[in-house]
């Protein structure tokens, strides 16, 4: 496979969005706490950022940990939210050498107030950066961001802002996470569990899905690559007839 082939602007998604799974298991195989697990996923998480970089992509949306994820045990938790701390202020300096801007999307209010200020710095650091927008979605179910929406277009209404009859998909599209970013074009879910699990379902409606047995601690560019070029091979129709 050549990443020559992959490459086809006209065809190369600009907005890939991952589910990560596969930590606890792969830490497993090895006999290992869960934790080393989620330490070796960060590595996986650093090579697929260089890698939109280097192929040009624009957007990555990383689903880092959904609203479900509070069911696991309290000291994994802990672990993970200090991770998240750890990246965002060790790698704040490499965000701004390579143009990277940071998003956090979810539920923010319930996070320690350390991580809060940690992704507030992160944000505001990488906020004019434009090569590549990473959305780390922490706290985020999808079910939660469409009834985020909901609350906040029936309070334009209320308001007069807005009429009842100015509610279309595009308007409400406006007041759900990534409204400001390009569509979904690729969703991967590594780790081989054929569900979706909360993850954007607004904004994946006509995403194209990629899934994958390999564990996320395993998948690397050749992964990657090998998930752009099935997606390159594929003709997304939007419900029409004719082939985009």
């Known amino acids: 496979m050549q990443a020559i082939n992959i490459l086809n602007k006209k065809k190369c998604p600009q907005h890939i969005a991952i589910i990560m799974d596969g930590n606890r298991r792969w830490a497993q195989k090895q006999g290992k706490k869960g934790i080393i697990g989620h330490k070796a996923g960060v590595n996986v998480v650093k090579t697929i950022i260089h890698s939109c970089i280097k192929y040009k992509l624009k957007v990555l949306t990383l689903y880092a940990f959904s609203s479900e994820n509070w069911k696991r045990s309290p000291s994994e938790i802990i672990f993970i939210m200090k991770l998240f701390k750890y990246i965002l202020n060790n790698e704040i300096n490499n965000f701004i050498k390579y143009r990277i801007k940071i998003n956090v999307i979810g539920d923010k209010t319930v996070l320690d107030t350390d991580l809060q200020k940690s992704i507030i710095r992160a944000e505001k650091l990488t906020k004019h950066n434009h090569v590549l927008i990473v959305n780390l979605a922490i706290n985020y179910g999808g079910k939660s961001d469409i009834i985020y929406g909901i609350k906040n277009i029936i309070k334009q209404v209320y308001k007069k802002k807005i009429t009842i009859q100015d509610i279309t998909e595009k308007t409400f599209t406006k007041y759900l996470a990534l409204h400001d970013v390009p569509p ?29 047995n390999i564990l996320w601690p395993d998948f690397n560019e050749k992964c990657f690559l090998h998930a752009l070029e099935n997606y390159c091979q594929r003709q997304r129709r939007f419900g029409g007839n004719v082939a985009i």
């Open 184 to 212: 979904i074009d690729l969703v991967i879910r590594t780790g081989g569990n054929i569900r979706i699990s909360n993850f954007f379902i607004w904004q994946i409606a006509y995403a194209e899905l990629y899934f994958t």
